[in-house]
């Protein structure tokens, strides 16, 4: 009994692992049928879901009221993991799938560093 608590506890503790949370930093985009994010630096573009993208969501819809264009981007830093779940819907379009754990920060204006709007 005792061997088998702890291989259930190891092999629930492994699926748990596979969530990585890591740090990212780029561009964000919101609008009709696009949550999309690029890294910095890097040519390639994610849908971007969320617990709550709500405050990012409107930070780039207002932008994007102010220049009267659509999809504009704004800078974030955030912590969360590349999803593994079988993308759905507009999220076939995109290289793979994010999932944002927590805003760290956003802003109209991103460093000199990152390239790629």
Not at 17 to 35: L, R, T
């Amino acid at each position: 009994m005792k061997t088998l608590m702890i291989a259930l506890l190891i092999t629930l503790s492994a699926g748990c692992a596979s969530v990585n949370s890591q740090k990212f930093e780029g561009y964000y985009s919101y609008g009709h049928e696009v949550s999309e994010f690029k890294r910095c630096n890097d040519s390639k573009v994610y849908w971007l879901n969320g617990d709550n993208l709500t405050t990012i969501e409107q930070a780039s819809l207002s932008l994007a009221k102010i220049k009267n264009k659509p999809y504009q981007p704004v800078y974030i830093i955030f912590s969360g993991f590349f999803d593994q779940r079988e993308a759905i819907a507009f999220e076939k379009k995109y290289d793979g799938l994010i999932y944002l754990d927590q805003l760290l920060s956003h802003t109209n204006k991103a460093p000199s560093s990152c390239h790629g709007k």
